[in-house]
């Protein structure tokens, strides 16, 4: 499917579209769930972009754990959160959105905290036009509230605009709230109805940062 025109701004998911970050998350939540006799399945992918809390009581079946699991994942992933890195392409494709003067912002359903630390770490946390955060709002991914905020805060109409993620509540997401949505596969198969509302869908987040260029077209090439 193409675009009428080229996009305004680009939005972005944080953790599996801009960061490669994933093995660090399921590496956390094995650690947090596997002393009370639970272990993350591939099923857990559909769920991730919100909060832990929403889906930490679905893997464990004593909800009296929940806590525990909690505490455990923070710690891990605070003491190895120096491994997570961009994708090969993604600073290279938020520089040319910038220097083709296209507004950028981030939809995270990683809380305000870790955020912050991670955009730092690669000096990212000045580059977007602005963050919203899973703890920012009382709403949360596949609600469209989140993306919108960032659509009010860009000056941007839904109809001028690409949202890239993911996970299926970044579609779903997206689609409410009337964005494009890329949607990166990471090799996994897709429910059918959520794949028939992306805009596209692409393996890798390398194939995604392609197809962002090929959607702003005479954009890029002029500046290049």
């Known amino acids: 499917m193409s675009r009428s025109a080229p996009p305004r701004a680009v939005v972005f998911d944080l953790d599996g579209t801009l960061l490669d970050s994933l093995p660090l998350v399921l590496a956390a939540i094995t650690h947090a769930i596997e002393p009370h006799g639970a272990r993350p399945t591939m099923d857990i992918f559909s769920h991730l972009g919100g909060p832990p809390e929403r889906f930490m009581g679905t893997l464990l079946k004593n909800p009296a754990h929940v806590p525990d699991a909690l505490r455990r994942m923070d710690r891990f992933h605070r003491e190895n959160e120096q491994l997570i890195q961009p994708f090969a392409g ?39 036009g602005t963050v919203v955060c899973g703890d920012d709002l009382p709403t949360h991914k596949p609600d469209p509230a989140g993306l919108r905020e960032i659509l009010r805060r860009l000056d941007v109409p839904a109809s001028a605009t690409i949202f890239v993620g993911d996970a299926d509540v970044d579609v779903l997401g997206g689609a409410a709230a009337g964005v494009d949505t890329l949607l990166i596969r990471h090799a996994r198969t897709i429910d059918a109805a959520v794949l028939a509302r992306a805009w596209r869908a692409t393996a890798t987040p390398r194939e995604a940062y392609g197809a962002i260029a090929a959607a702003l077209g005479e954009a890029i090439q002029a500046i290049r």
């Not at 939809?107 to 770490?121: A, F, H, K, N, V």
């Open 90 to 128: 993604a600073l290279e494709i938020i520089a040319t959105l910038h220097r083709a003067g296209i507004r950028t912002g981030v939809w995270t359903g990683r809380d305000r905290e870790s955020t912050d630390r991670i955009l730092q770490r690669h000096a990212l946390d000045r580059v977007f």
